[in-house]
Nanobody
């Protein structure tokens, strides 16, 4: 099992930005697709963004050009730049390797004035 650790969550005002980071323990990071998902209490877990091994990216419909996923294989890390955040983006955000094979513990993002 690969150990994943997210960071970068917090409280931000509507319209603000956050950058989430996730570092993986595996030295074979480059062979895995990576993803960011989010889930609120009592809600299903939704795909936010996925990046495959070639750098191709996929986003949830609700992202609408506001978020950007990227990866740095040398750092064994994946990032999620989130701009123009809305209160509806408030959730726990999870990093996933595979994706959807291994999961990090999550980082809380709260968008509120």
């Amino acid at each position: 099992q690969v150990h994943l650790v997210e960071s970068g969550g917090g409280l931000v005002q509507p319209g603000g930005s956050l950058r989430l980071s996730c570092v993986a323990s595996t030295t074979r990071f480059s062979v895995y697709g990576m993803g960011w998902y989010r889930q609120g209490t009592g809600k299903r877990r939704d795909m936010v963004a996925v990046i495959d091994t070639t750098g191709r990216t996929y986003y949830g419909d609700f992202v609408k050009g506001r978020f950007t996923i990227s990866r740095d294989n040398a750092e064994r890390s994946v990032y999620l730049q989130m701009n123009n955040l809305k209160p509806s983006d408030t959730d726990v955000y999870y990093c996933s390797l595979g994706p959807e094979v291994d999961w990090g513990p999550g980082t809380q993002v709260t968008v509120s004035s």
